[in-house]
């Protein structure tokens, strides 16, 4: 298809078209270039929109034409703000509206042009950037600008930072070295020029790696942080406060007149330590040791005086702290003798070195090798010279590299002392070496490490032997895993070996908080000591043994070497649980002890339940056995804590006639024992009237009050619980047990306890009540009988002290509570009617003379 452009004239005569001409011309091409430079168009304007750099688009006299989005971002403006205003006018400060148009001039004329300078925003805040302007040319004819801002804030501010990080110290923020170098040049030349003097001071903190050592390095770094900000409030402004490293600061002071201008400053330093630093609430008693060298009287070279303070400082610190020296040639010399002697030691220390029949060497903190001994020139096959100032790790395996690069660093931050273990070493032969090596350091009286010792032993052959046992351990382990009974496996070194999936449940601490670790008395004991599983290893004899556990042990009838026992534990993870235990030691081929195996099953629910019963049989029996209701109530209150905590305990009854209740038992920590009273809204009243056990805290005591339940009495504890004694299904007292320290030690399972005994107190109680009773009225009856009185005397002295009623409900209740299969024979007669109680049997209760008298008297 082609496009074409066609014009046509009409001839007309006499009022008529007569003739036409028509003109076709083809325009295909034509066509397809406009919508080409429609597209281009439609790019550009795009490119320019979606710029992600602020982009303005000016016309040779820098007017704003059109900006895109980022413009608007970066700046402020909108196009209807600033269109058609010169942009030099709009975004350049004043100082800079010429750079401005000048740059616009360069970029027009010259082509591309770039410039770092400040722009300003709407807001007039001012930032740098980076300007690059393009001219617009078409058809050869420059028509206008591209303007492209960049901001480069961030850029600057790294910059800055850059610059002060290369001068300053980074945790202090101090002048560093390169400053300090700086500085005294300067200060120098001056010095010289006018004859005056420069004090350097170097100052040192007394006894700082002691903090580092006990309080870590985060306040350590605080303090040094402190230290610089005390030390720079006591200088002027042009004096120079530096931080060397470590603890170490040197002061540049000049302008000295003298050494009592010196002393005034060295003194003014001390003082401003009389006061501690404080961090974190705590008190940090800072005292410092300080060297001083003077130029041009000790040198005028800056690493000499810096030497000589430092030798003046050491001095200064053998003084103790808070202590000043100034630089002497006696000092150095004094100094001089102290290494003289080193290297006197020296020479007995390269005795040992090199007769050492283990591998040893002296490496630096780089880590180059400075020294060997001939045994590890025998095992890696170097001679020393192929050794020496190489990098230590050269001669590890790829693979240990970068572990022992590891090791070095944190000797340095001081986050190990020593380290041992294995490493593959390559000989030179290219044969690997699997060595034991013990690295320790070796510091200087501050502290500061020197260097390292490493201690090498060859252990190839010991780990090839020792793979193969841990191949018959791994056996071992996975019969131990399997087992459904707790196991754990303590090796010779008194760690945990293997620490089985039900031993996890049982204890609460998993494989990876055990194993490795001597914590397997965790589980079991709240402070550290032997289980029974150590002393096996240990090799312990069986009488020191029995010694130790007493009957709570004994010898286990199946395995030779092994004992078993029974005990309770309760700890924070293994609450109150009785565990039978057992522990066997296993030897190896020679006979030696290599692991102990201690097993252990949970019999608490076993022991609870048997303790249960036999509280049940101790009451019962206590009915018979003690000798009055006081003693049964203390035999109970007894009973009961072997059960649960009852330190406070007390026994309510309720007389439903007199509508009373009293406390004929009450133990308390606080309170007295309570006079019998009108049955109120107490707590224990609460448990009778309702019929129901309660298991409080003061929270919930505090909602019964405010519903009206309960009224407060005595002093509150945190933990109560109460349960109902009933008789034939009706409430007639509550037994108690309270606490004022723990607040939860009861629950549900106390409370069921409780209530499952709860019936044979309520029974106990009644019979030794009864039996009492009894027991007054036979009192009564032998009193009588002393007095030779008759039958009728008797009953007229019986009736006389007691209601006719009580009498014969009291001889009821005691024949049906404590002698439900035998009975006696005791009749009474009122106004001639013969009341026959019971017969037979009665010479089992004392009472034989007075029913034959009866009987007789009926007769």
Partial sequence: RKDFFNSWEGIVKKGKLTEVYGTLIEISKEKTSLKNIEKQ??????????????????????????????????????????????????????????????????????????????????????FP?????????????????????????????????????????????????????????????????????????????????????????????????????????????????????????????????????????????????????????????????????????????????????????????????????????????????????????????????????????LINKRPEILRVNPTILKMLGYEKNELLLKNFTNFAANEEKDGLSKIVEKFEKGEISNFTGDVKLIAKNGNSVLAKISFSSVKDTDGNINYY??????????????????ESEEKLKRIIESSPI???????????????????????????????????????????????????????????????YGDKIKKSPLIEGAYEGIGFFSTEKVKNKWLEFSAASIKDSKGNIIFALETLIDITEKVKSEKIMSSLYKISEATFETKDIIELYESIHKTVQELMPAKNFYIALYDEDTE????????????????????????????????KSLLANPKIFEELEEKGEIESFGTNPLSWLGVPLKHENKAIGAIIVQSYTEENPYNDEEKNILEFISNQITTAVERKISEEKLQELLDLERMAHKESKTLASVISVLFSKVNLSEVFQEILTQVKLITPYTSANIALIKKNVVYNICSEGYEKYNCKDFVEQSIQSID
């Fill in 453 to 470: 010792i490493v201690m090498v032993d060859d252990v190839t052959e010991i780990r090839k032997a020792q793979i193969d046992l841990k």
């Fill in 129 to 361: 950037v980076l300007i690059s302007g393009s001219p617009i040319i078409i058809k050869g004819e420059k028509i206008g600008i591209i303007g492209m801002y960049l901001d480069i804030s961030q850029q600057k501010k790294i910059e800055e930072e850059m610059k002060s990080l290369a001068t300053h110290d980074m945790l202090t923020g101090l002048p560093n070295r390169t400053l300090l170098i700086d500085r005294f040049t300067t200060a120098k030349g001056r010095a010289l020029r006018a004859n005056k003097k420069i004090a350097l001071l170097l100052i040192d903190l007394y006894q700082f790696k002691d903090i580092n050592d006990t309080f870590g390095h985060d306040i350590g770094d605080q303090i040094l942080q402190k230290t610089a900000q005390r030390l720079s409030d006591q200088f002027r402004q042009y004096d120079t406060v530096t931080r060397l490293g470590g603890d170490e600061f040197v002061v540049l002071i000049e302008d000295i007149s003298g050494v009592e201008n010196i002393l005034s400053i060295v003194n003014k330093i001390i003082s401003s330590f009389d006061r501690p630093i404080v961090l974190e609430d705590k008190e940090f008693d800072i005292k410092v040791s300080v060297g001083i060298a003077i130029l041009p009287d000790d040198s005028n070279d800056l690493p000499d005086l810096l030497r000589k303070a430092d030798i003046a400082m050491y001095n200064a610190k053998t003084k103790g702290p808070n202590t000043y020296e100034f630089y002497t040639k006696r000092i150095e010399e004094k100094r001089k003798k102290i290494q003289d002697e080193l290297k006197r030691r020296e020479i007995e220390f390269k005795t040992i070195f090199e007769k050492a029949p283990i591998g040893i060497m």
């Fill in 486 to 548: 707790p196991i754990g496996v303590i090796n010779s070194d008194h760690k945990i070996a293997y620490w089985n999936s039900t031993m996890e449940a049982l204890t609460g601490f998993s494989k990876e908080e055990m194993l490795g670790t001597n914590y397997q008395w965790l589980a079991f004991y709240p402070d550290k000591r032997p289980v029974l599983a150590d002393l096996l290893i240990d090799g312990i004899d069986e009488k020191k043994l029995f010694e130790i």
């Fill in 660 to 691: 009373l209740i009293s406390f004929p038992y009450f133990i308390d920590e606080y309170d007295t024992q309570p006079q019998p009273r009108k049955f109120g809204r107490g707590a224990t009243e609460y448990i009778i009237r309702t019929d």
């Fill in 41 to 126: 168009s439609d790019f550009f304007k795009n490119l320019f929109q979606s710029n992600p750099e602020a982009v303005v688009y000016l016309d040779k006299h820098s007017r704003v034409i059109d900006i895109n989005p980022r413009f608007t971002e970066l700046f402020g403006y909108s196009i209807e703000e600033i269109k058609g205003k010169d942009i030099n006018n709009v975004v350049v400060p004043e100082d800079l509206v010429n750079e401005g148009k000048n740059f616009d001039r360069v970029a027009l004329k010259k082509g591309y042009s770039n410039i770092e300078t400040i722009r300003k925003k709407k807001d007039g805040t001012t």
